[in-house]
């Protein structure tokens, strides 16, 4: 066993336990946490296989931006906890017994038909410098300008779409 | 075998034009009628007439530089069924050209006299929309004749035959919601629909004979059929000529379906004068002389062709005596004058039958064109009087261009005036100089007196008579030129002398130059018309010879004199009843007195009308009666259709189809699909429960469902 | 040295609780945590096989993800606030008036 598979299993192991964690608690603002955990052990694997651009906009968009926006709303609404409630009592333990169906349906299915040609090795220095930010940039500047400004474009209309939903009450009230 | 021949040099080419100048003329009022004025669509309408007159004349010159002879002029292939080839093709050859030039020739001056006469027409019934609508028809008329006398097969006759009586029945009826005196009334209408049918009845005898005709001879062209006439038994061919004689006396109006022609007068006096004096009732005539071939070859048809014209000559004239409409006493003239041409072709004097279609459209439609001169002179005099002294001509006008419903009332209550009564006249001569004369000169025509051109070709009729021994047909002849001359002179004393009887003829007032200009040329034609077969030069007579059988008629002095003794005698007679002392207003007609019972027959057509009516309509109006309440309502209808076939229908549909195979079969079915679906549903319904988790778990299953198929696939 | 299909099960893992927590979890926002986790989970494995393929496509299309995924949960939270102010509550259950 080498020193980055063991790194991966025990980060594989608390990328595993935080999703979990995500999905029992009882607490949305645990979740939430447990979910920043996650990102940030995905950031790692990210930085890992050499995608060091993608590893910072993971912590900063995702565990960052994404996390913070969902905790100030669970404070806003102050919905940490719902209130028990007895109906479809059957839909957790057949979530549970398809969703376990479904990770060894994919795992098999990658496994034995997707499979790439080579393993993962650790990546060079030079990988997670400014080489490879370089050379992403030149690629989503020129092959991929378009699909980058149309990018903008739905950004500032989600921005917009999203002011508007919530001030529509306002909107009425005149 | 084809005797006429096609000809190259010339204006032959130009034969179409004879039909297709008038429909031109006709399709440019119906397209751009409705923006021009009423002067454009007259002079259009004229102008096309007038075209197809330069046609006529441009052919009848060709025929004479061509020697006479007969030119066929091919157009349209019209039906080719396997051998049977029946094209449209023109018949030039000199008894085609003569009738083209007549009904083209007067029907242009009848065109420009209708230019004015329409005018004020359509302004004293009060629907000026109208105007266009006349002369569409009138072109329509020309045309439909041009293919009557230029066919050169029965066939296309035929086709002509059938569009002249359309545009008959179409102008007779101009009027049709309301009769010449401006009155709602369905008079009109039925005046139109009486001419139709009587001329189906006519029309009914022509097939037949054109069926014989196809029968025997297998063919329809005119050359075709006469150079068989020879091989066929003399039975067939008086049976075709004599049906055909039933359909010349339906178009010609001849004894016994003459009845239509008076009552046509309802249509506008330029129809009458056209259509029913100068050009579609001679069609008959022109029948007769265009087969001549067949006709000549039985002379017991010929004896009863004969008879037939010379007995309506007679009676229709008898009938003129007692009638008291200008344009009626007309129409019973034409009828008689038609009876003389068709008992001249009897005789097998084509010519000198020809010559009188030809003298006879001059003069007659000259003296329909004065009485309708003098008719629109008494609505104008009419129109004074009602509306007081000042000039209210043009405020008419005006009243009328407003339309019906604002003015339409203002005249109804008032006392009816006919305009075409007699009695309403007497003193025109002051008022109406000019029409006098014109009228005059029509009647001296029209009664035979030298030198007008009708003395020149009754004579000849009469003369012909003598000479071939028809004299039986002789006698009637004179007798009813007497009873010709007298009731012309009746006609004149007491429209144009004495007082006036009414207010109207007072007030009346002579037309304006255009309508009194056509009928100066009329009258010209019809003072020298007959320089066109003098005796001894016999222009007409050559120029026919090249067509038909001609015999060249010799002036017999004794006939001419008897004739003319005996029209100035009827006229002095006519002097002494009606000229010496004018009729007076209201006044009982002098002649009914000492003729009694006769005149009154006179006075009522014989009665003719009548008996039709008990004869022929009211047993055919009962048999409709009993066909339509027995037959069809109680028998077809309430037994057979209701009881038997609706009946046993519904008791099938009712016992077998409804109850057992719709009810416990198809219902069956149905209700039971339906009842399974609602179960279904309902069953459903359940997974539709509303909770979004619900949703997604159907939806991961899929995914998983899937997933498995493509693992285990 | 790691192979590459240890990357893909973990992904495939991470996709699955993030599966069954949109399946059988109430609460609104946790939902959307979850589809969250499953964003995540497909990012993880399109770098892991880009880096397999010595390809950059794959780093661009999750950089497009990400930028999507953030306008997504802009739009989406906003749409939580507006439910919760009507039904005072984000408990999916209650979001059930379309119910036929």
Known sequence: MTLDLALFLILALVAIAAALGMLLSRNAVYSALFLVLNFVTVAVFYLLLGAPFIAMAQITVYAGAIMVLFLFVIMLLGAERLPDAKVLPWQKPLAYGLAFVLAAEATYLFVTRARPEGDILPPEAAVNTLDNLRALGIALFSDYLLPFEVTSILLLVAMVGAILLTKKEKWERK | ?713 | MVPVEYYIILSAVLFSIGVAGVVFRRNALVIFMSIELMLNAANLAIVAFSSALKSLEGQIFVFFVIAVAAAEVAVGLALIVEIFKSKRSIDVDQMNSMKG
């Open chain 2, 1 to 713: 075998m084809h005797l006429s021949e096609t000809v190259n040099s010339g204006f032959f080419f130009l034969a179409p034009w004879l039909v297709l100048a008038p429909v031109t003329g006709l399709l440019f009022n119906i397209v751009f009628g409705g923006r021009l004025g009423e002067k454009a669509i007259g002079w259009v309408a004229s102008a096309a007439s007038g075209a197809a007159f330069v046609v006529s004349a441009l052919l009848a010159w060709s025929l004479a530089a061509n020697g006479g002879h007969a030119v066929s002029v091919p157009f349209a292939e019209w039906i080719h069924i396997g051998s049977l080839e029946l094209d449209w093709t023109f018949r030039v050859d000199s008894l085609s050209t003569t009738m083209m030039l007549v009904v083209s020739g007067v029907g242009t001056l009848i065109h420009i006299y209708a230019i004015g006469y329409m005018h004020e027409d359509v302004r004293f019934k009060r629907d000026p929309g109208r105007f266009r609508r006349f002369f569409v028809f009138l072109n329509l008329f020309i045309a439909a004749m041009m293919i009557l006398v230029s066919g050169d097969s029965y066939l296309m006759l035929f086709v002509g035959w059938e569009g002249v009586g359309l545009c008959s029945f179409l102008l007779i009826g101009f009027w049709y919601e309301m009769d010449t005196l401006a009155r709602p009334s369905w008079a009109n209408s039925d005046a139109a629909k009486k001419a139709f049918i009587t001329n189906r009845v006519g029309d009914f005898g022509f097939l037949i004979a054109g069926f014989i005709m196809f029968w025997v001879f297998g063919s329809f062209q005119f050359d075709e059929v006469f150079s068989q006439v020879s091989t066929i038994a003399p039975g067939i061919i008086i049976a075709i000529t004599l049906f055909m004689l039933v359909g010349v006396a339906g178009k010609s109006a001849q004894i016994p379906l003459y009845v239509w022609l008076p009552d046509a007068m309802a249509g506008p006096t330029p129809v009458s004068a056209l259509i029913h004096a100068a050009t579609m009732v001679t069609a008959g005539v022109y029948l007769i002389a265009r087969s001549a071939p067949l006709y000549s070859s039985v002379p017991e048809a010929q004896n009863i062709v004969a008879l037939v014209g010379a007995v309506t000559a007679l009676f229709a004239a008898t009938i003129a005596v007692g009638q008291y409409d200008i344009k009626r006493v007309l129409a019973y003239s034409t009828i008689s004058q038609l009876g003389f041409m068709v008992a001249a072709v009897g005789m097998g004097a084509y010519v000198a039958g020809m010559f009188h279609l030809v003298t006879h459209a001059f003069f007659k439609a000259l003296l329909f064109l004065s009485a309708g001169s003098v008719i629109l002179g008494l609505e104008r005099g009419h129109h004074r009087a009602a509306h007081g002294h000042h000039d209210d001509h043009g405020k008419g006008k005006k009243k009328a261009g407003k339309g019906k419903e604002e003015s339409g009332d203002e005249e109804y209550h008032e006392e009816v005036f006919d305009p075409g009564d007699m009695r309403n006249m007497g003193g025109l001569r002051k008022t109406m100089p000019v029409t006098f004369w014109l009228y005059l000169i029509g009647g001296l025509s029209l009664s035979g007196i030298f030198p007008f051109a009708g003395f020149w070709s009754k004579d000849e009729i009469l003369a012909d008579a003598f000479r071939e021994g028809f004299t039986g047909v002789y006698w009637l002849l004179t007798v009813a030129a007497f009873f010709t001359a007298l009731y012309v002179g009746r006609q004149i004393w007491m429209v144009f002398f004495g007082e006036p009887r009414h207010e109207a003829a007072a007030h009346a007032e002579e037309s304006p130059p255009v309508i009194i200009t056509p009928l100066a040329v009329l009258a010209f034609l019809a003072t020298f018309g007959g320089a066109f077969n003098l005796p001894g030069v016999h222009t007409l007579t050559d120029w026919l010879e090249h067509t038909i059988e001609v015999h060249a008629g010799e002036f017999i002095w004794s006939v001419a004199i008897i004739s003319t003794m005996l029209a100035l005698l009827a006229i002095l007679v006519s002097w002494l009843i009606y000229g010496r002392n004018p009729l007076k207003a209201a006044q009982v007609d002098p002649l009914k007195r000492p003729l009694g019972f006769i005149f009154t027959g006179m006075e009522n057509k014989w009665y003719v009308d009548e008996l039709y009516q008990a004869v022929i309509i009211n047993p055919f109006k009962k048999l409709s009666q009993f066909l339509a309440d027995v037959i069809d309502e109680r028998f077809w209808h309430d037994w057979f259709h209701e009881k038997v076939i609706a009946g046993t229908y519904n008791w099938l549909s009712n016992i077998a189809l409804d109850r057992y195979f719709d009810q416990r079969g198809i219902d069956a079915f149905a209700n039971a699909l339906g009842a399974w679906t609602q179960s279904l549903s309902a069953a459903l319904r359940k997974v539709q429960n509303g909770f979004v988790r619900s949703y997604a778990l159907s939806v991961l299953l899929g995914v998983v469902v899937i997933l498995g198929y493509l693992i285990f696939k």
